[in-house]
């Protein structure tokens, strides 16, 4: 084989090493198991955090700290300027929010959020609403209500 004749091909299936064939092939015996012990014996396993004894890592570091991720309550934001797609005078909701596409499903809680300019009387119906978006909606002769 010439070396332009070589493939990405060439190589990649490489033969698995047969243990317990005899001393020749470096692995014959004991298989490289060793000599006698739980290691040496069918379905032994090492934890893989196991130290040989020692106090392992994580036992050694101080647990520490509160994290609030799991307890925070997310919401699904949209802003004023996206509310202008709306027809005018038009209760806008949950179910419409989610037929729009601005929000992901029904369980969702939303936000409204005051960025960009509206035009249109809208009903808005969400479970939080900053200040901007608030004077905004209200500002278009629109109504804010918290579900």
């Not at 001393?23 to 000599?35: A, D, I, P």
């Not at 997310?74 to 005078?89: A, H, K, M, P, T």
């Amino acid at each position: 084989m010439l070396s332009h004749e070589i493939t990405s091909i060439a190589g990649r299936n490489k033969s698995r090493r047969r243990s317990g064939r005899g001393r020749g092939t470096g692995r014959g015996k004991t298989s490289g198991r060793g000599h006698k012990g739980s290691g040496s014996r069918a379905g032994a396993t090492k934890n893989s955090l196991f130290e040989g004894g020692q106090m392992p890592l994580f036992r050694r570091l101080p647990k520490r700290g509160f994290n609030n991720y799991n307890f925070a309550t997310r919401y699904s934001i949209v802003n004023v300027s996206q509310l202008e797609r709306f027809d005018n005078g038009q209760d806008i909701g949950l179910v419409q929010l989610s037929e729009a596409g601005l929000i992901p499903g029904m369980r969702t809680k939303v936000k409204v959020l005051g960025n960009g300019d509206i035009t249109k009387n809208l009903k808005v119906k969400a479970h939080k609403f900053s200040k901007a978006a608030k004077q905004k909606i209200e500002a278009s002769d629109g109504t804010v209500q918290v579900i």
